[in-house]
């Protein structure tokens, strides 16, 4: 899957991380921790839920316990919801995340818009659409770093039971298949303490940041010697 990036037009001062994982992986857990100690590198941190929903964030949002419940939308409907998630990442990005990186904040999407390609049901998306969904998530702006919390089926299974062994199993495995074409991917243990986790993703993002600053002052050195 190709994914559209904008790291050229953006100042790296905050960071745009996205996680990814089944329910019950501990992304809730990950995410609150990081909330509350963004680290010294940040101002501060702005969290949102798969999509920018148009500034809103993560407000307001009530825990899904059911996530394969509804049906399918049909195909035409499905197609204009489609279109109208990539809109809210594209006008999202320009108007609310943006901004907040260039305020030196941390940015944390948990889920993004190639979580459809994973789990069709939860986002009610027919397979008759799947082909026009991947085209979709492949012109969504790529997040800086993309996180996937990876743990076994069982051990999902037995923080959350919202699906059959047999789906966390299928997801586990559609997740690690998509990480593979995902560039700025990092796949992490969540088998373990939440602490342990979150220290994990706190020393990629400072890794990636002093790589981003070292290539920036590269760059600046190659422009002096152009001119």
């Known amino acids: 899957m190709r994914q559209q990036s904008c790291s050229s ?17 501990g992304k809730s857990a990950l995410i609150e921790c990081l909330e ?23 407000r307001g949002r ?14 035409v409907l ?14 999202g990005y320009l ?6 990186l260039r305020r030196s904040r941390l940015v944390i999407f948990d889920r993004y818009l190639p979580d459809i390609l994973i789990d069709p049901v939860r986002y009610r998306l027919p397979a008759s659409g799947m082909a026009f969904a991947g085209y979709i998530a492949g012109l969504a702006l790529q997040p800086d770093l ?15 039971r919202e699906v059959s062994p047999a789906e966390s199993q299928r997801q586990r495995f559609e997740y690690l298949n998509l990480f593979r074409t995902l ?13 342990d986790v979150a220290d994990n993703v706190n020393a990629a993002m400072r890794h990636f940041m ?14 002096a010697q152009l001119d």
Request: charged share 20%.
């Open 78 to 91: 499905s197609i204009c919801k489609l279109l109208y998630w990539l809109l809210d990442c594209w006008l």
């Open 62 to 75: 009530d825990p899904v316990t059911q996530p394969h419940a509804q049906s399918p939308r049909g195909v």
């Open 36 to 58: 509350a100690n963004p680290g010294d590198a940040f101002r501060g941190c702005t969290r949102f839920h798969f999509r920018p929903h148009f500034g809103r964030g993560d």
């Open 95 to 100: 108007f609310f995340v943006s901004p907040n």
């Open 183 to 195: 560039s700025y991917s990092l796949v992490v243990n969540a088998d373990r303490p939440v602490a």
């Open 146 to 160: 993309c996180i996937l919390l990876d743990a076994p089926a069982e051990t999902v299974q037995q923080r959350k």
């Open 9 to 25: 037009d953006r100042v790296a001062r905050g960071l745009w991380i996205a996680v990814f994982g089944p329910d019950g992986v």
């Open 210 to 223: 002093m790589d981003s600053h070292r290539q920036q002052r590269a760059a600046l050195v190659a422009d």
